[in-house]
Each structure stands twice: as C-alpha cells, then as structure tokens.
C-alpha cells in the first residue's frame, strides 16, 4: 500500500492518519474535509467555546506544522463528491475539481444534525450545533437572546440550556419523550437532570410536543400542541444525528440506517475500506449483545486505532472501554462502560447531593457507571471494566468504602 | 511567549513556545509530544495527561481543584506530591522556563 485517503478530517480521520504514520506507514498519507478549519474539538463547541472561554485555535487537535512534519496532507474546505474503488487503484473527486488516487481507503464522514421536519423550523433565529460554523451563528446571537428555546433534552441541548441559564437568559427545555437523556442512562439519572436544571431556573417540559415555530423573518416563539407559545428569540434543536453515508453507498457498502456497518477490526463490508467514528455501527466492543454506534470522542479515537493498523494489515480487534462526558453547570457527568441490556442498578451516594453514582448490573455483572460530580467512582469502574473486573452488586451501594477497594478480579 | 520543557520517560527533552492560556497539554499534543495522551482533550475526564512538575516550579503552579485532585488518584502512574494533570496547568508569562516531567504510564 502506497497512497491512503482519509475522507473526513474530523477527529477520527486526523487519528487515523497519526496513527498510520505512527506505525510506520513511509506512504502518502491525505486527509480531506469538507470544513474550513482543519481537525479540531467539536466537545467545546456547545461549553467554553460558547461562552467564551476557547477560541478557533485552542481548538485545534493538532497545530499545522504537526501536519507539515508528518508529510500529512490536509485539504480542508474540499468535499469528496465521487468516490471508485474497484480492483487495487480507487480514485476520488472533490467538489473544488481536485482527483485523488489511492490505494488505501478510510471513511470517517460523522454525522449530521436530525433535522425537525416542523413549520417554521427554517426561521431567522432557529439553529442546529454540530460543526464550528454551527457554533458561530449560535454565538453571534448569544449576548442579544433573552428568551432561549431548547428543542430536545439530550447532551447538546442540557449542554447549551445549562450554559444559556448560566448566562441569565430565560431557558426552556422540550423534550419528546417522558424523560431527558433517555437513550444513554437510566430513569435514576434522567431525574436527577430534571430536578437538577429545574433547579437552576430551566423550564423543563416532558411529553412535549410541538405544533410549530412561530414569527418571521425571525423566531418569535414555539407553539405548543395545546395552542400555548413559548416566547423566543433563540431556539436551539438537539435531536439526534444522522451518520453521513453518501459515499459509502456510493461504494456499494452495507449500511443500517445509514451507518457503516463494520466488524471489530472497523473493516466495512469490503474488507479493504475501514471505516471509523460517529457514522459506523460497530460490534459491542466488551463483548456484549448485538451492535451499537457510539458518537463520543473516544470511540472515534480508539476505533481509528484499531482501523489505521487494519490497513496496514495487523489485525487488533476492538476492546476499549466506551467512556464519555458531559458538562452541564456544575455538574459533571462521567460515563464508563455501555450500559444498554441492564436488569439491575446500584445507587451509591444521594442523589440530592448532587454527588453520586448509578452502576449498571446485567446478570450481576458489573457492566457502567454514570458518575455525577464523582470522579473516583467513575475511574474505578473504568478501570474494573478495562481488567474484566467486577464489583459486587450487595457492596457497591456503601459510600463508606472507596468504590476500586471492592473490585474483584474477573473470570470473563 | 513563555516556554515549557517537557521531559520524556526515556529522557528526550522537548522545549517549545505555549501562548498565554494555553494548557501545558494543549502544547504538548499539539505539537506531537510523545507520552502526553489526553483523550478527553482537556476536561478533566480522563486523567491521561499526567506530568511531574519540577520543584522549582511547584509554588507558581498551584493546587489541583477538587476534580483534579479526585482524578489524579485515578492515574496509571504513581501519584507523586507534585502529579498534575498537564491539561489544568493554563501557561502565564510567570510560568515560562516550566519543567514537567511525563508520567511513564497514562493508560
């Protein structure tokens, strides 16, 4: 192998290409995104970078001369629009006219923000956050919004409600489902989110349901399906993303719901392309039930990993332990472990105290944690994931004990 | 601009130039320092971008908070009285000529 194209300059994309060089790869390394801004922190976006606290540069994973040393060529703000890669040689075209050939082929496109199917979702004043142009508009409105909106209680939208309270603008937060954050953690932990921004001063509403976004040009409200408006000069829709699959189809590639199905070694349904980051549908990586997508900055980073030594031909399946962050207010969430197929919870600690731990059982075996303003919990089950370690269900609830003093070895 | 100096387990020494607020971390990844991992970027998350700090420099550095000081009890490495994590050390012009050493082990 000779020539490897990356497509997509996002976080797994720029690992790959450390990672291959790391490695030793001596070939031609590119790495194209459609942004303007080469590889950079997309977490920030919806916390310091919003208020102020990061700008562009501090953002960057890598500075341009990481790049330039490496012989790492980047072309930023260049979409690839058609893709081949039929016999040993692939080709691409970008958008700008530019053809790439390669031998070598990884996809990291990401994803892109779900967007409301709902009247008046296209105002003046309605935004979606996933990339940095994403957040400039958001921070171009900032200081002027009053009244902030927040359609969809997940991760980015408690994010930025959090941050708008914090600002001392007016927040509500709408939620489709009964609860907030229902796909990532249990009712325990969805609760304590609830009662812990309503007491912040958020508005939170459950079992929302949204008739249409009213004014023009610009946003002056949200309609209820009770015929209520929700004043607004700023909302803010989080519901989810779509993984990008264009060019996968294009290369014929097997997809489920649009993300890139790939096995343990991130290899797609042609053994030959790797794939890695928010758009694949990869094998539960600790050995559990069926596949999942894991949109965190550490899968994309430990899935490229195991995809830049795939190309190179050494064979490393997945096995990292998924973890995951989310700032909101003063309140640090710290995720290890995947816990979907749970049948018994742990709380350890008080939840009013807003300082305390969820950990998720399957069959008595520890298998995550939510940790809230508790940092030694989450490290230790972490680390007893990362050994195949457990800690029994009947002890875990005792706070008078350090939580790693009762991990025990594991047989699994 | 003030400098760091960064100490490699097996020894390499690696000094370059950090802009004011800059995190030690931030330097370091950016510019490819081996041994400085930092997989959560720099919120606190991961405890995977563990450094000694020099003597010298230990007044000037500062505390860990609360958080710090809870995830430093979680590094791979022995925590030593001058362990920080690298990402919550934010450069002043008062810190230039900073001393770190990489902790062996942030995995």
Redesign the interface.
Known sequence: MNDILIVGAGQAGMQIA?SLRELGFGGTITLVGSESAGPY?R??LSKAYLAGDADV??L????P??YE??EITLLCGDAVTTIEFAGQQGVATTASGVTLHFDGLALTPGSEPRRLPIDGADLDGVLYLRDLDDADRLKARWDAAHNVVVIGGGFIGLEVAAGARKAGKTVTVLEAADRLIARAVAPVTSEFYHQAHVRRGIDVRLDAHIARITGGPAVTGVELGDGSVIAADLVLIGIGVIARSALAEQLGLELANSAIVVDEFARTSNPRIVAAGDAVLLPHPLGGEGSVRLES??NA?DQAKVAAATLLGTLEPYTAVP?F?S?QADL?L?IAGLSTGFDDIVIRGNPDDEHFSVLYYREGRLIAIDSI????DY??V??ALGQKATIPAELAGDTSVALKSLVIAGTA | MPDITYISPDGVSTTLEARLGDSVMEVAVKHGVAGIVAECGGACSCATCHVYVDADFMDRVGEPSDLEDDMLDGTASDRLPNSRLSCQIKMRADLDGLLVRIAPEQL
Do not use: T
């Open positions: 450390v922190q977490p920030p540069e501090s960057e994973l890598r500075a001369s990481f040393d490496r900055v550490q980073v973890w962050w700032d640090k710290q303003n508790d940092a030694p490290m230790a972490r680390r």
